[in-house]
């Protein structure tokens, strides 16, 4: 017996001498003997032996296996009394219904003419979803056929990116998706391989960009058993979770066990799950969950419980992105707030190109839900409007609502935006027009505005993995939809009026904590169609002629209201009318003019 010359980790079908096979190869350095059972063999009638080829690796050539077969490893380990049965840690395809079973699949999807390049970052607009509750049938969870059946809502919202949460195989039909058992798996009731990419094709289509979120900071904790856990039977103790783990005070996580990125292997099989999401399916950029958790044993700020590895894995991720492809965008969920994150590895940094601006989203939040407008504290608007990690806007995604500040789970339960304004009466006008409010300041502040699933259409409550959200609101709230997409088409400046709000410039020259009123400046390069004044009233009163400063003199024209009585019957339709900027400077602006506002809204005027 020889093992395989052939490259690869996995399964891998080969063609040779007009012969078809599949290379198996394997990390078990624990192991005394590999063998691979399945379809091909009759199970376990005629196993066959994989090769040692040196550094724990096995690895063989079968003639008898083909794309479609079914097969499983069979482990001896010497310490143990009978043999492990494991699923491919890097299967691609493993049947739940039928023992966990990994399944021989081929790359010969027909991508046809994609050729698709994400939109340059500052014009992103994302979309944040989950398959399983976007869109589904009464008993069964939403799957990539069912997407394909709303994506064209996605699109004339004017949305151009869709961030994914997880979709690797999980325990179960219904998950976050944070709970990852394979993870070089598609979650099989979402449809596999094939369908998936499907999705990234139309998607690709329509001009869209598929963002997906990654999990490496903890794997499981469910059915790690079947997959990667004691994968060889090896352990430290009888707490250590084998060798994908660390077995030391890093393993714990509240979340599963951490993988131990120190170990060459253990590296490569992450960086590996990374390059094949980017090059076989084609993923437009990454989100990486819990960063803060692959660099810290207790997920804090400090060099206390640092992880040297794991920063090192992270920089070692985000230059191999970078070297695939450089307009791939690497996002961190970190919520630590640290500039290092994203600056680049050369300077000694993470490398990630933007990281979620948690900063952002609290100040905004507290501001917007509280229930007294004396409370409101517009000096905190006005530095979440200026806070940029790296003086940066495409370094910065920003967000009112996301799927861990709305969601349910076990013991916890928490609610959107609409409900955090006023629980049990989120459809009522304060919550309404607080919360078209926050939704006018995210796509005018400078960062890459993401909205959860639902909220265009005025979802409330708590989102939950195993329902649907209430299409109906998009018909009851036409309104709010129709405003949503204005600002959508604002930020991606569609009209050619707002540039400014694509620029990472920002002046809140104007802040009236009394009243609650704060006015912002902002601009690309400036001129025409480029300066962009916004006025936000977080108050109940409502004002004729408010004096602001202007960056120019002449007419400015609104470009939006969210008091329009056509996004709700009972807005109040304030008089906000263009304005005549003239000489008489203002606000440490050149310029002044008059602008009407009404309460709790958001105006924006350009030239």
């Known amino acids: 017996m020889i ?62 296996a083909k794309v479609g077969s079914q ?31 990994t399944e021989v699949v081929e790359d ?69 998706g944070y709970n990852t058992a394979f993870p070089f798996d598609i ?52 707490n250590h979770d084998g060798i994908y783990f660390y077995h030391d005070w890093k393993s714990n996580t509240k979340f599963g066990s951490r993988p131990d990125y120190g170990r060459g292997q253990v590296r490569s099989y992450i960086r590996d799950n990374v390059l094949m999401w980017a090059e076989e399916y084609r993923i437009d950029g990454f989100r990486f969950d819990s960063t803060v958790n692959i660099r810290n044993a207790d997920g804090n700020e400090g060099e206390y419980g640092s992880i040297g590895e794991g920063w090192s894995l992270l920089q070692w991720l985000n230059d191999e992105i970078k070297a695939h492809a450089s307009w791939k965008i690497s996002i961190a969920e970190d919520l630590q707030n640290n500039d290092w994150i ?77 409900e955090r304004i006023w629980f049990s009466n989120a459809d009522s006008w304060y919550a309404r027009k607080r919360s078209t409010l926050a939704a006018g300041v995210l796509f005018t502040a400078p960062g890459i505005p993401m909205v959860f699933q639902g909220d265009e259409f005025y979802e409330w409550g708590s989102w939950r993995d195993n329902k649907e959200i209430d299409w109906s609101k998009k018909q009851t709230f036409k309104g709010i939809v129709d405003l949503h997409k204005d600002l959508i088409k604002l930020r991606r400046n569609l009209h050619g009026v707002t540039k400014g709000l694509q620029g990472n410039n920002i002046n809140v020259y104007h802040l009236n904590n009394t009243n609650k009123v704060i006015a912002y400046h902002r601009w690309y390069r400036g001129g025409l169609g480029d300066d962009v004044v916004i006025v936000a009233n977080f108050g109940i009163e409502s004002y ?35 304005t005549e900027a003239n000489f008489d400077g203002r606000d440490n602006m050149p310029f002044s003019g008059r602008v009407g506002i009404g309460p709790y809204s958001i105006v924006v005027l350009s030239q």
Request: contains cysteine; aromatic residues 14%; proline residues 5%.
């Open 71 to 101: 097969y499983k490893y069979l482990i001896t380990n010497p310490s143990l009394p009978d043999k492990i049965w494991k699923s491919d840690p890097r299967g691609k395809l493993i049947h739940d219904n039928t023992n966990w079973n």
């Open 187 to 238: 979650e099989s009731a979402y449809g596999g391989p094939n369908l998936f990419k499907n999705l990234v094709k139309e998607s690709h289509k329509r001009g869209i960009a598929i963002i997906l979120d990654l999990v490496f900071n903890h794997f499981g904790p469910g059915e790690l058993d079947k997959s990667i856990r004691r994968f060889d039977g090896w352990k430290m103790h009888d």
């Open 342 to 418: 994203t600056k680049t590895t050369g300077e000694g940094g993470a490398g990630f190109d933007c990281q979620w601006n948690s900063f952002f989203f609290h100040a905004i939040d507290k501001n917007i839900t509280t229930s007294n407008d004396a409370d409101r504290n517009m000096h905190e608007v006005r530095n979440a409007l200026t806070y940029m990690h790296g003086g940066d806007l495409t370094k910065n995604m920003i967000y009112i609502n996301n799927h861990d500040e709305c969601g349910a789970m076990f013991n916890r339960v928490k609610y959107r935006l609409p």
């Open 544 to 578: 004729e002629n408010y004096t602001i400063g202007f960056p120019q003199a002449g007419l400015w024209k609104v470009r939006f209201n969210s008091d329009w009585n056509g996004y709700s019957s009972d807005f109040g339709n304030h008089s906000t009318h263009h």
């Open 3 to 64: 093992a395989s010359t052939k490259p690869g980790m996995g399964s891998i079908p080969f063609t040779e001498n007009g012969q078809t096979g599949v290379t198996f190869r394997v990390w078990a350095p624990f192991a005394s003997n590999v063998e691979v059972v399945g379809d091909f063999t009759n199970w376990g009638q005629n196993p066959i032996e994989l090769v040692n080829e040196g550094d724990g690796i096995w690895s063989k050539d079968i003639f008898e």
């Open 108 to 176: 010969g999807f027909d991508w046809g003419n994609d050729n698709y390049i994400t939109a340059p970052w500052n014009e992103l607009v994302v979309y944040e979803l989950h398959i399983a509750s976007f869109h589904r049938s009464d008993n069964q969870p939403g799957n990539f056929d069912y997407f394909l059946q709303k994506l064209d809502h996605i699109v004339e919202m004017g949305f151009n990116a869709i961030l994914l949460l997880p979709i690797f195989g999980f325990p179960g039909k219904n998950s976050w």
